[in-house]
């Protein structure tokens, strides 16, 4: 039995489904490949599933978050908060635009940004508090929320992994000005390409994204251009494929939350053993990877590897320790807990077509490791 991190013939069962999308696109008279009427239709089926004002299509996740920060009118002198711990996009896309990424250290257990570590780093320069979901643990949205109102600051949701996923009764990207989602295939939600999506409640700031993606233009009069903007357009192709799988991802999703489930019962027992899973009583579950601590962790790599089980490190180093990142460290900052987690996070595998049995032994054989004397 192997069993990879993640498979290689994820989309094996829309095969048919895809062949027909890019023939009927392909066919069709007008041979509109972006930003056409599949991209509409997918956006307001978005738009409509999490209660957004506007929903917009862009060529990934990471442009969705800088497109929404540019919006922001985010900037050189302004910072903004980003977790210690994650994918580089975080610190990259105010990066780009000219502003100081803030690294705010992280929960020890859950791996999600700390929102007392986020309240520390306000300062009068900060223009933006965006936090971001990770693994299978959203962030305190509400206690982020409280703080960048008090700040009288934005807060940007980076949802990226957690599309489909509610946090008291909120679904993710809703919590604040806006959220993003993406679709690279290891996502909840995930496609055979690059794309991304921004959700957000301010119809304005939407206007604004919309025109971004699309070197400034607003869509109504070709090659007039009101902003400096970019090339982050949406696929037609993908849109109608995402649009026909759409009704089956509350499906998908349950049977991760119940292949999660599964592991945090069996794993609960072992945190004396040193392996430690995800919280079993948080709201806000979205199983996107199930990450373990483990002290031993490239022990257990191997042990896992030995098994036929293929496993992922995420992350190796904490933001702030990257070579791109580090001309914006602070003096005297540092992230305990994020370095904590580069050095004992492991991801199992988690997507929605395993089989009982291959959870199982998933399961078993991670019990094994914490057993052996």
């Known amino acids: 039995m192997t069993l990879p991190f993640f ?24 041979q509109k490949f972006i930003l056409g009427d599949h991209v509409a239709r997918f956006e307001a089926e978005i738009r409509d599933s999490v209660g957004a004002a506007d929903a917009i299509a862009c ?29 580089a996009p975080l610190a990259a896309a105010p990066a780009l635009l000219g502003a100081t990424p803030v690294f705010a250290d992280i929960d020890p257990w859950t791996m999600v940004v700390d929102p007392d570590a986020v309240a520390r780093a306000v300062t009068p320069r900060t223009k933006v508090i965006m936090p971001a979901h990770l693994f299978s643990v959203m962030a305190d949205m509400p206690a982020l929320r409280r703080i960048a109102t008090n700040a009288g600051v934005r807060l940007l949701e980076d949802s990226a992994v957690a599309q489909g996923g509610t946090l008291g009764g909120t679904p993710a990207g809703m919590w604040g000005d806006a959220g993003v989602y993406s679709f690279v295939q290891v996502k909840t939600f995930g496609m055979p390409g690059e794309g991304g999506m921004v959700v957000t409640g301010d119809p304005g700031l939407g206007e604004v994204v919309r025109m971004l993606r699309n070197h400034g233009q607003d869509g109504k009069t070709r090659f007039r251009y009101h902003r400096v903007g970019y090339n982050s357009r949406f696929d037609e192709i993908m849109a109608a494929f995402q649009s026909h799988r759409l009704p089956g991802f509350p499906r998908r999703l349950e049977r991760r939350a119940r292949i999660g489930e599964y592991y945090t019962g069996r794993f609960g ?20 990877v199930y990450s373990l601590l483990c002290e031993r962790r490239d022990e257990l790599r ?59 032994h998933i399961a078993d054989a991670v019990c094994e490791f914490a057993k052996e004397p």
């Not at 069962?13 to 066919?27: A, S, T, Y």
């Open 302 to 360: 191997r042990h896992l590897a030995k098994r036929g089980i293929g496993s992922h490190v995420y992350y190796r180093s904490p933001l702030p320790r990257q070579p791109a990142f580090e001309p914006f460290v602070r003096p005297g900052d540092s992230w305990p807990s994020a370095e904590l987690a580069a050095r004992r996070a492991l991801a199992i595998p988690i997507y929605p077509h395993l089989t009982d049995r291959q959870v199982e």
């Open 59 to 87: 060529g990934s996740g990471t442009s969705a978050l800088l497109l929404v920060l540019r919006a922001m009118g985010v900037g050189p002198g302004d910072e903004v908060i980003v977790p210690a711990f994650g994918c």
């Open 7 to 30: 498979p290689e013939d994820l989309f094996d069962d829309d095969r048919e489904v895809l062949l027909d999308v890019v023939e009927r696109i392909g066919r069709a008279p007008e």
């Open 269 to 288: 027992e072992l945190a004396g053993c040193g392996v430690l899973a995800p919280p079993p009583d948080r709201d806000g579950r979205c199983y996107y």
